[in-house]
């Protein structure tokens, strides 16, 4: 390992312990990321397969039928 790569290692794991990021939602340590993953665990996610006009769930990633009848003022979600 060169010295460089040293450096920079050193440098990135004190920024992480001095710069310790806080969880947006509860303040836990959540590292490096925004959310700890107790949080990101309970988050709602979207079905695999969803209007890609509005987001709502469809059978097979469709247009959903409210989107054909009366398009929405935007292209996708």
Same mark, same amino acid.
């Given at each position: ?15 992480? *312990? &001095?710069? /310790?990021?806080? !969880?947006?939602? =509860? #303040? ?7 959310? $700890?993953?107790? @949080?990101?665990?309970?988050?709602? *996610? &979207?079905? /695999?397969?969803? !209007?890609?006009? =509005? #987001? ?7 247009? $959903?039928?409210? @989107? ?7 292209? /996708?979600?």
């Amino acid at each position: 390992m060169s010295i460089l790569t040293q450096s920079a290692a050193f440098i990135a794991r004190s920024c992480a *312990r &001095l710069l /310790a990021q806080d !969880c947006l939602l =509860c #303040a836990a340590d959540s590292r490096s990321s925004l959310l $700890c993953t107790a @949080c990101a665990d309970d988050l709602p *996610r &979207l079905p /695999a397969d969803y !209007c890609p006009r =509005c #987001a709502l769930p469809t059978p097979a990633g469709e247009v $959903c039928g409210r @989107c054909l009848r009366q398009a929405p003022h935007y292209d /996708a979600a």
